[in-house]
């Protein structure tokens, strides 16, 4: 099937440069392949604002990542308590319950409030993010396990916390992965909402200046950075789950 899907991509690039090249649609609003080509040369060789390009994407990931790790640290071991032991679920649930529909960006008032216009408040939002999906998809995992295993194992004289390890840990993982996923992708597009605030380096910086300047081109090949930092992310996290839950799907 990948020649369906390399097919479809070039379809689309040579739908892109036939609309820009005959000028159904004006270079003003979509620039042509090769006008981002140029661009994107000029940006890794000057920068952007007199930063390196290396330096908006790298802090941006930085904040993205830093965030990221922090949720997840605290995500996943609340999730699965929380999943495991009905006490803990309802403590914690009624909380989680009421936070989660709020959208991470309803937060940004309140984290410049109280942390400043630093990376520091960058960093608590996004980890406000991927703490939300790692919890909750922890928590499915742990609190869906297959009851025969969990009789099986009694059975075989497993104490509390040698089921907690050698069952209910390795059943949630395959849902602790979908969790980690969700929240790395929306981990990386909340740093592009939190960029727009008080920062002058960052990929969502250079997108919502240059938007502000009409420097549509920049605009374009930063969206493309984002949406493909964002695929190697994802990928990364693919690779890890097929190595750690080699038995998924089996």
């Not at 036939?18 to 060789?45: E, H, R």
């Not at 939002?125 to 009694?154: D, E, K, M």
């Amino acid at each position: 099937m990948a020649w369906i899907s390399t097919g479809t991509i070039l379809g689309l690039l040579a739908i892109w440069w036939a609309t820009t090249t005959f000028q159904f649609i004006s270079a003003t609003y979509l620039p042509s392949p090769q006008a981002l080509i140029a661009v994107t040369y000029d940006l890794i060789m000057n920068g952007y604002q007199r930063v390196p390009l290396s330096e908006h994407i790298g802090i941006s990931l930085f904040r993205a990542l830093a965030g990221f790790a922090l949720g997840v640290a605290l995500g996943v071991p609340t999730g699965l308590i929380t999943g495991y032991y009905r006490a803990c679920d309802a403590m914690v649930s009624p909380i989680m319950a009421f936070i989660r529909p709020i959208p991470p960006i309803a937060f940004i008032p309140m984290v410049v409030l109280y942390f400043g216009l630093g990376e520091l408040g960058k960093v608590v939002l996004i980890f406000f993010t991927a703490f939300n999906y790692a919890h909750v998809n922890a928590h499915s995992g742990a609190s869906h396990v297959p009851i025969q295993y969990l009789r099986a194992a009694q059975s075989l004289g497993l104490t509390q916390f040698q089921l907690f390890r050698k069952i209910v840990l390795p059943a949630a993982l395959p849902q602790i992965f979908t969790g980690l996923k969700v929240a790395m992708a929306l981990s990386w597009a909340v740093v592009v909402a939190a960029e727009l605030v008080g920062a002058q380096r960052g990929l969502g910086f250079m997108i919502s200046d240059a938007a502000q300047l009409f420097q549509i081109p920049v605009v374009f090949v930063g969206i493309a950075l984002i949406g493909l930092i964002g695929l190697i992310l994802n990928l990364i996290l693919s690779m890890t789950e097929t190595t750690l839950v080699h038995w998924k799907g089996r």
